[in-house]
């Protein structure tokens, strides 16, 4: 599960960083194409800046370079958009829909569609081009409910301590249940904030209506190996310490009040 969270924060924090970035690969056409097919289920929310499809050659991504970012967002009213994109032929290992608020920064929360490999651990599903298949076809599938956030969980973070130097990224996050296995990770987050900066730490996940039966915060040293995530607290059922709290949250509704306790000698375990 830390290696499946570690490949994500990075892939979000990559890309947040080259958001609403064009990406210039070289100005020569390139001689491989995707072309994807993306099926929407309900509208966009209001506060949509736009949707661009964003293709990985290697993942987890290094660096925003690596990436192929649609340069213009997807037709935001229709139900079916068929987008084309030119690559360089060669391997690619996830395509992804991200979302981008008028409001807040897009992070990891904020993927609305990412194929995932039944046959391969449910990792990633990418696709390879070459010069006896140029064209590959690829369908993505996306509920714009994933990311029309209703509700709102607030609360404070309090850490027993100062933040340790080497400080990568410090994360909070909310899950429609409790992760078990590498590809909940994604497929339950709810919420995510990663500019935990301070202690105490107010904090405000806008979420959608419905349950939410995990409020965990996670750590990331710098150079970080993909065993090196920590989970360092979560939001204790106060009937049941130790034990995650479960939420019901209605359209609309705030709930304040969601403390949470981080324990930093957590990280060495």
Same mark, same amino acid.
């Given at each position: 599960?830390?290696?499946?969270?570690?490949?994500?924060?990075?892939?979000?924090?990559?890309?947040?960083?080259?958001? $609403?970035?064009?990406?210039?690969?070289?100005?020569?056409?390139?001689?491989?194409?995707?072309?994807?097919?993306?099926?929407?289920?309900?509208?966009?929310?209001?506060?949509?800046?736009?949707?661009?499809?964003?293709?990985?050659?290697?993942?987890?991504?290094?660096?925003?370079?690596?990436?192929?970012?649609?340069?213009?967002?997807?037709?935001?009213?229709?139900?079916?958009?068929?987008?084309?994109?030119?690559?360089?032929?060669?391997?690619?290992?996830?395509?992804?829909?991200?979302?981008?608020?008028?409001?807040?920064?897009?992070?990891?929360?904020?993927?609305?569609?990412?194929?995932?490999?039944?046959?391969?651990?449910?990792?990633?599903?990418?696709?390879?081009?070459?010069?006896?298949?140029?064209?590959?076809?690829?369908?993505? /599938?996306?509920?714009?409910?994933?990311?029309? $956030?209703?509700?709102?969980?607030?609360?404070?973070?309090?850490?027993?301590?100062?933040?340790?130097?080497?400080?990568?990224?410090?994360?909070?996050?909310?899950?429609?249940?409790?992760?078990?296995?590498?590809?909940? /990770?994604?497929?339950?987050?709810?919420?995510?904030? /990663?500019?935990?900066?301070?202690?105490?730490?107010?904090?405000?996940?806008?979420? $959608?209506?419905?349950?939410?039966?995990?409020?965990?915060?996670?750590?990331?040293?710098?150079?970080?190996?993909?065993?090196? /995530? $920590?989970?360092?607290?979560?939001?204790?059922?106060?009937?049941?310490?130790?034990?995650?709290?479960?939420?019901?949250?209605?359209?609309?509704?705030?709930?304040?009040?969601?403390?949470?306790?981080?324990?930093?000698?957590?990280?060495?375990?």
């Amino acid at each position: 599960m830390k290696h499946f969270i570690i490949i994500l924060t990075t892939i979000s924090l990559v890309v947040a960083l080259g958001s $609403r970035c064009n990406i210039d690969h070289g100005i020569a056409p390139l001689p491989g194409k995707l072309i994807a097919t993306v099926y929407f289920r309900g509208t966009a929310p209001e506060n949509t800046q736009g949707i661009y499809l964003v293709v990985i050659p290697q993942f987890p991504p290094h660096a925003i370079n690596e990436l192929y970012h649609s340069p213009n967002s997807l037709p935001l009213d229709q139900d079916t958009v068929v987008v084309e994109m030119e690559l360089p032929f060669g391997k690619y290992e996830a395509i992804s829909l991200w979302w981008y608020s008028k409001e807040t920064e897009s992070n990891l929360a904020d993927v609305i569609a990412l194929p995932l490999d039944p046959f391969n651990n449910l990792l990633p599903l990418g696709f390879e081009i070459n010069q006896e298949q140029p064209i590959a076809q690829m369908d993505l /599938f996306a509920n714009w409910l994933r990311v029309d $956030r209703n509700a709102a969980i607030e609360g404070t973070i309090y850490f027993n301590g100062p933040f340790p130097e080497n400080t990568l990224a410090t994360a909070v996050a909310a899950y429609k249940f409790k992760p078990e296995n590498n590809v909940d /990770f994604l497929v339950w987050l709810k919420s995510i904030d /990663f500019t935990i900066d301070s202690n105490p730490y107010p904090y405000r996940l806008p979420v $959608r209506n419905g349950n939410v039966d995990y409020i965990a915060v996670f750590w990331l040293p710098e150079r970080a190996s993909l065993s090196d /995530f $920590r989970t360092i607290g979560i939001y204790e059922d106060p009937e049941q310490p130790g034990k995650p709290a479960k939420l019901s949250i209605r359209a609309g509704e705030i709930k304040t009040g969601i403390d949470i306790y981080a324990d930093w000698s957590l990280i060495n375990h």
